[in-house]
Nanobody
Framework: QVQLVESGGGLVQAGGSLRLSCAAS????????MGWYRQAPGKQRELVAV???????NYADSVKGRVTISRDNSKNTVYLRMNSLKPEDTAVYYC????????????WGQGTQVTVSS
């Protein structure tokens, strides 16, 4: 069973920065794509950024230029650096990972709250 543990959320003023971390443990298989999603109150969960095992990245249009996703494979950890935060970035941020070889299993973290005050 794979566990994803997020950290780094919190309260920040608009224009500020945060770095989220997500550490994966419990897997004997390769961790493929990792990513971050977010869900604001009353809204559906949406993609923020993903990074493949080849380090290819993809970002939501709403965060392009302000957010950087990266990973450290030696630590099975994915990071999300967020700059120029806006109140509309307020949400619970969830880590996501696909694990396996051939057949991939999807896992989610428990979420970490990010609140941006105006």
């Amino acid at each position: 069973q794979v566990q994803l543990v997020e950290s780094g959320g919190g309260l920040v003023q608009a224009g500020g920065s945060l770095r989220l971390s997500c550490a994966a443990s419990g897997s004997a298989f390769s961790i493929n794509r990792m990513g971050w999603y977010r869900q604001a109150p009353g809204k559906q969960r949406e993609l923020v950024a993903v990074i493949g095992s080849d380090d290819n990245t993809n970002y939501a249009d709403s965060v392009k230029g302000r957010v950087t996703i990266s990973r450290d494979n030696s630590k099975n950890t994915v990071y999300l650096r967020m700059n120029s935060l806006k109140p509309e970035d307020t949400a619970v941020y969830y880590c996501n990972a696909f694990v396996g070889r051939g057949v991939l299993w999807e896992y989610w973290g428990q979420g970490t709250q990010v609140t941006v005050s105006s």
